[in-house]
């Protein structure tokens, strides 16, 4: 079955440090991929999308994701997080083209001081 | 400047009691979807709106409807809320359909039932 895969339910990382939160999709086709970032008590907040062309796509707040065929993955990556990173983050496909997107379970990143 | 409004933020309801959840957008956008999103969860499609055409999911209780009056409102209506429908409901909006297009989330309203 089409999906989207988020390995890790919790991350911790010092601030400073860097991130790289997984991401990988079942799907037989090149997806449409996308991360998104929810803050507590708020709604999502889109940050970088991949649609086809350069594998490695640029975000807002410092993000960047790279997209992998070969490892089916679509990993975000920071090189220095803050602590007002701390949040969920979701990645999310159509995976069918259709009108609607299907969420990964989320990765809640924690920050340490 | 918030292009995604919902009302009220915070929507306290009793076991049974109708209530009704708005959403507005400054956007103009085609979509507007509704999401539940239950503590820890991702974000679950109940329906959205292409225009006026209503596409509901599957898995969707009865108990949820929607009405989109015009372009800018939309509205979801829990007929008779359960325990198990204490949530935050998220709309979004997106120009054309979320495969292609960025979806515009507002800051949610969350329910309890009590």
């Known amino acids: 079955a089409q999906s989207v895969t988020q390995p890790d339910i919790h991350i911790t990382v010092s601030e400073g440090a860097s991130l790289e939160l997984r991401c990988n999709y079942s799907?037989?086709?090149?997806?449409?991929l996308f991360w998104y970032v929810q803050s507590p008590g708020q709604g999502l907040q889109l940050l970088l999308k991949?649609?086809?062309?350069?594998?490695l796509v640029q975000g807002i707040k410092g993000f960047e994701a790279e997209f992998k065929r070969s490892q089916s993955s679509f990993n975000l990556r920071k090189p220095s997080v803050h602590w007002s990173d701390a949040a969920e983050y979701f990645c999310?496909?159509?995976?069918?083209?259709?009108?609607?997107?299907?969420f990964g379970k989320g990765t809640r990143l924690h920050i340490l001081p | 400047d918030a292009m995604v409004i919902q009302n009220p933020r915070y929507q306290v309801t009793q076991f049974g009691k109708p209530v009704t959840l708005s959403c507005s957008q400054t956007?103009?956008?085609?979509?507007m979807y509704w999401y539940q999103q239950k503590s820890s969860q991702a974000p679950k499609l109940l329906f959205h709106?292409?225009?006026?055409?209503?596409?509901n999911e599957a898995d969707t209780p009865d108990n949820f409807q929607s009405r989109r009056p015009n372009t800018s409102f939309c509205f979801l209506d829990i007929r008779s809320p359960g325990l198990g429908d204490a949530a935050m409901y998220l709309c979004?909006?997106?120009?054309?359909?979320?495969?292609?297009?960025?979806?515009?989330f507002g800051p949610g309203t969350r329910l309890t039932v009590l």
């Open positions: 991949y649609f086809s062309g350069d594998t």
């Open positions: 799907y037989g086709a090149t997806p449409y």
């Open positions: 709106y292409y225009d006026k055409d209503f596409n």
């Open positions: 956007l103009n956008h085609n979509v």
């Open positions: 979004a909006t997106s120009r054309e359909g979320a495969a292609t297009d960025t979806q515009y």
């Open positions: 999310a496909s159509p995976l069918n083209r259709d009108d609607k997107i299907i």
